[in-house]
Nanobody
Framework: QVQLVESGGGLVQAGGSLRLACAAS????????IGWFRQAPGKEREFVAA????????YYADSVKGRFTISRDNAKNTVYLQMSSLKPEDTAVYYC????????????????WGQGTQVTVSS
């Protein structure tokens, strides 16, 4: 069993930055790949970024490539999503999720989910 708790969301102006954190707990949390997804009002949840259990492989959606950076600190059981050059279209609830496999981009491949944190980017 893995529990995930997101934090760091908030309101930011376009062009600004935020860092989200995903705190994980559980017996074998360091064995899981972690992904970030987001869901805007009226839209389906979409993949944002993912990182392997070791941290040496990262994956990004084209829409955030070059602006977002995913990283992890296994000593702290925490995964981060550094978001820069934010745009109004980045507004969404951001979720982190855990998967046994690295590089996965679909929701069905993630077993555990957090409750989400709201990110709002004003224009």
């Amino acid at each position: 069993q893995v529990q995930l708790v997101e934090s760091g969301g908030g309101l930011v102006q376009a062009g600004g930055s935020l860092r989200l954190a995903c705190a994980a707990s559980g017996r074998t949390v360091s064995s899981y790949a972690i992904g970030w997804f987001r869901q805007a009002p009226g839209k389906e949840r979409e993949f944002v970024a993912a990182i392997s259990w070791s941290g040496d492989s990262t994956y990004y959606a084209d829409s955030v490539k070059g602006r977002f950076t995913i990283s992890r600190d296994n000593a702290k059981n925490t995964v981060y999503l550094q978001m820069s050059s934010l745009k109004p279209e980045d507004t969404a609830v951001y979720y982190c999720a855990a998967s046994l496999w690295k590089g996965r981009t679909t929701m069905a491949e993630y077993r555990y989910w957090g409750q989400g944190t709201q990110v709002t980017v004003s224009s």
